[in-house]
């Protein structure tokens, strides 16, 4: 017993040591980065955006540097006062409302890199007609009468919030179809609940300027531009830069700005925890004070709870009829493939390889971008039918097992008391069988539930994305990222709750003695 308890305690603790710097091991004479020039050493990390052109300049221009692209840049601000990145290249006016916001321990360098230039991506399949060609006629006609330019002192110079009130087309011939990302300050992010932003400001007018009535989607950068090669979006507004590489897989409208480039380099003379100071905005020096600020900013401020509700409601509506079809169907090829027929059974092993061996991330990317790519499901539908089908075969697996653990003579009895081979089944062995799946199917529900988070790649504003969207408001991701764990720990009890329940229904050892007489009682009472 004692070697067992030192061993739990040497295996707890490795983790750790491994994890703890070795002196000598992986030291570098690195000079401080006072400049672009010193990106150039060799052992430097650089991060950049996911939607950036930078990465490839990076490497041409920086050769000995690693570098790393991000699809949430705020994780590489925090990477960078961290230390775990030497350098983080992006745009000047985007970093400056982060460090002004709470991120700190780092600090910008003068000189600029090479400029972004930023333009709306069109659909090459979109249903508006010439769509491309009207949009740069909207854009000339706003850079003329100096629209485009009032619209970027306002949001990205002066810092005003304030979205003018534009009115709505009023007999609307098309439907624009907008995607943004929505985590971009102060091109489009949330208020509250509502997208605002320059970008936000550019699709109204410009939907109105169309004659169309306007939707907005919002997607990760990771799936934008697949959303707009497939279809699902008429074109992009969210500070997209223009690369080449991008033009050829959807076409630019005409430049609307220039973004300068620069880079975030830690700041030894400050914290360097890369969050807001403990303090916040009530006390920096008190713990109390940083708790009460990060309530604040992350609950209370713009009423952002609304968002945390709205998007565990939309967890809950993408789990829980996953749960209810998938349980269902995996019922239903047992029940298909029960007496071995070979093209059933040849069917679900093949997609029971398919879907199983896929990430589920890519299967949603598949489903929603390719397989349903022309047909009008929003991405909750698209995620409902593939956890449905992710857990329907998991079911199929787990009820085949449960069967076979039932006595094959139990079938036989039943058949000799006259049971059909159906009544004997669903009356006998099923019921038999479900209490040995009911803990792996607790596990595969559990799950499913966390496999949610991940429908934000496919335009959903599920629990997880609400908290990527307020941590990008409130650059701050203690709070934002412990709610979300928090009330994803409250869903998981919640189901554990109703499948104790549903254990007890099914198996006599839980029953209570007076549920299992009860039967008895009132045929001797008759």
Known sequence: MKKRFISLILCLLLPCLLALPLPGLGETDKLPITSLDRLSQPGIIIATGISSPTDTLLVRDYPNAQVIPYTDIFLAYMDVAKGRVDACVSARREMEFAIAR????????????????????????????????????????????????????????????????????????????????????????????????????????????????????????????????????????????????????????????????????????????????????????????????????????????????????????????????????????????????????????????????????????????????????????????????????????????????VDAGQHEAALALGFSDTGSFLRLILPQAIPHVIPAYRGELIQLLKATSVVGYIAVQDLTKMGDLIRSRTYDAFFPLIAVTVIYFLLEGLIRILLKWLARRFSPKDRKAKDILKGIRLSEQE
């Open 102 to 405: 709470g991120v700190t321990g780092v600090r910008l360098l003068d000189e600029n890199y090479v400029p972004n230039r930023v333009a709306v991506g069109v659909s090459p399949v979109s249903s508006i007609p010439s769509l491309l060609e009207r949009l740069n006629a909207f854009i000339a006609e706003k850079k003329s009468d100096g629209t485009l330019d009032d619209m970027y002192n306002r949001w990205v110079i002066q810092e005003d919030d304030t979205m003018p009130a534009i009115p709505e087309a009023e007999h609307p011939a098309f439907t624009l179809r907008v995607g943004t990302t929505g985590t971009v300050m102060p091109y489009t992010y949330f208020a509250g609940s509502e997208l605002t932003g320059y970008d936000i400001e550019l699709a109204r007018r410009f939907a109105v300027w169309l004659g169309a009535r306007l939707e907005l989607q919002t997607y990760d950068f990771g799936g934008i531009i697949a959303a707009a090669e497939s279809g699902r979006i008429d074109c992009i507004m969210s500070n997209l830069f223009y690369s080449e590489e991008k033009a050829q897989i959807i076409p630019f409208s005409d430049f609307l700005i220039e973004v300068e480039m620069t880079a975030m380099v830690r700041d030894d003379g400050q914290s360097g925890d890369g969050a807001a100071s403990p303090g916040g905005e009530s006390d920096p020096r008190s713990f109390l004070g940083g708790i009460r600020s990060g309530i604040e900013k992350t609950f209370i401020r713009e009423g952002r709870w609304r968002l945390f509700v709205q998007g565990m409601g939309t967890t809950l509506a993408i789990a829980l009829p996953s749960i209810l079809l998938g349980t269902l169907l995996g019922f239903l090829l047992v029940l298909l493939c029960r007496r071995g027929n070979p093209l059933f059974n040849g069917i679900v092993r093949v997609s029971a390889w398919l879907v199983h061996g896929t990430p589920m991330v890519v299967l949603l990317m598949i489903l929603y971008y390719i397989l349903f790519a022309s047909a009008a499901f929003s991405g909750s539908v698209v995620s409902v039918i593939g956890f449905s089908l992710t857990l329907g075969l998991s079911v199929f697996r787990l009820l085949r097992m449960g069967i076979e653990a």
